[in-house]
């Protein structure tokens, strides 16, 4: 397995297809008063779901994005799509993808050590990515990888997005 960066000419545009299988989500519950913003979210057993939906790489909403593909031989087997947050000075990860057959061996691992070594060689303060509150899986990985909690949007994809399960929850890591 190896890594190297994705030139921007020869995959602009690719399709990234990203699958994975959910037994829990995170159920936001927020109390609010005049004196208290309170919320938490809540591991909830469910039956299995399954979400599939793609995206593409370097897209023309981020600015200066870097793409790498982690290489079993000649076929590329996870993906890692990374963009600077210049006005804070974060490093944004905007895709994170490993091939469903090769996930829990490592490779996810070897993708976020990457992004982590990149942010510190940009003399980054932050590393930060979006995941949704149905990810238990996904949710567990980062946390395993050093990311915490950073903050959520209760209506970022519909307005039903609480009830749905599906609330975006930015986790990242100070560095």
């Known amino acids: 397995m190896h890594i190297s960066e994705l030139p921007r000419e020869q995959f602009e545009g690719y399709e990234i297809c990203f699958s994975y299988e959910s037994k829990a989500y995170y159920d936001l519950r927020m109390r609010t008063s005049e004196n208290v913003f309170a919320l938490e979210f809540v591991r909830t057993p469910c039956a ?18 870097r793409a790498y593909g982690l290489w079993d031989g000649r076929e590329m087997r996870g993906i890692l799509e990374i963009t600077p947050e210049n006005w804070n000075n974060r490093l944004r990860i905007t895709n994170l993808c490993v ?29 930060i990515l979006e995941t949704q509150s149905c990810n238990a899986a996904a949710i ?36």
């Open 48 to 65: 299995p779901v399954r979400k599939e939906f793609t995206d593409k790489l370097f897209a023309p909403y981020w600015d200066d994005p």
């Open 99 to 127: 091939q469903e057959d090769y996930r829990r061996r490592g490779f996810g691992t070897l993708l976020m050590t990457r992004a982590r070594e990149i942010a510190r060689a940009q003399h980054r303060r932050a590393l």
């Open 140 to 175: 567990s990985f980062y946390m395993a990888q050093g990311l915490s909690f950073m903050g959520f949007n209760a209506c970022e994809y519909t307005n039903e997005d609480v009830p749905r399960h599906e609330v975006r929850i930015e986790m990242g890591c100070l560095l």
